[in-house]
């Protein structure tokens, strides 16, 4: 068990839908990283978070956005979707620094929340 | 641009036999490199690191990954492979400029067979 606890587990959603995936980080980490896993394009990084601020943005797409709340969980909203939206999407959290994004330390993944959009 | 590179897309291997899963990377400068795995319908679980010192680390498992600088290249290893070892295996590359992002590989599909 890596700490990262992420909700739902399985989403199927249709089309044009919108919905919100969650993030719980590991206790003491202020670091929250978000990543989706299709078969085709393997894992890549979509934002960083660090102590409710904005560290850094990957391939994100504008139609998805995320934050990072007080208590330092995490949210990745997903709008108008589309068929190629289908994924794993994976939450990994690291102690941070402010300074870098992934420094020196390891990431802890979450078990990932399956989407499928149809 | 940098890039990290994992050649196979699938290495197969008999229970028992040593283990070679290879990583080779274009990054400026002194990266940190990483290796994580990644077991069926799981997350990514951290393995080993290496961030400077002996070219030799030791992770998780019973892995560990041989460093050659010269080669760019950042290989797994394993001296006698289990059947429970199998799993899709990254490399990851954090160069140390450029806010310390992590460069991913495209992932290692590895199968041990009894």
């Known amino acids: 068990d890596s700490g990262v606890t992420q909700t739902p587990k399985h989403l199927i959603t249709a089309t044009g839908q919108r919905v919100t995936l969650r993030c719980s980080p590991r206790?003491?980490?202020?670091?929250v990283y978000w990543y989706q896993q299709s078969l085709d394009q393997g894992l890549q990084f979509l934002i960083q978070y660090y102590n409710g601020e904005e560290r850094a943005k990957g391939n994100i797409l504008e139609r998805f956005s995320a934050q990072q709340f007080p208590d330092l969980h995490s949210e990745l909203n997903l709008s108008s979707l589309e068929l190629g939206d289908s994924a794993l999407y994976f939450c990994?959290?690291?102690?941070?620094?402010?300074?870098?994004?992934?420094?020196?330390?390891?990431?802890?993944f979450g078990e990932g929340s399956r989407l499928t959009v149809l | 641009a940098q890039s990290v590179a994992q050649p196979e897309d699938q290495v197969n291997v008999a229970e028992g036999n040593p283990l070679t899963v290879k990583c080779t990377y274009s990054v400026s400068g002194n990266p940190y490199l990483f290796w994580y795995v990644q077991y069926p319908n799981r997350g990514l679980q951290f393995l080993l690191k290496?961030?400077?010192?002996d070219n030799l680390v030791k992770g998780s498992y019973g892995f560990e990954a041989e460093f050659n600088k010269s080669q760019t290249s950042f290989h797994l290893k394993k001296p006698s492979a289990l059947v429970s070892d199998s799993a899709l295996y990254f490399c990851a590359v954090s160069p140390r400029d450029s806010n310390y992002q992590l460069i991913w590989g495209a992932g290692t599909k590895l199968i041990i067979k009894p």
């Open positions: 290496y961030i400077t010192g």
């Open positions: 206790s003491g980490d202020l670091s």
């Open positions: 990994a959290s690291s102690v941070g620094t402010g300074g870098r994004v992934a420094g020196t330390g390891e990431l802890f």
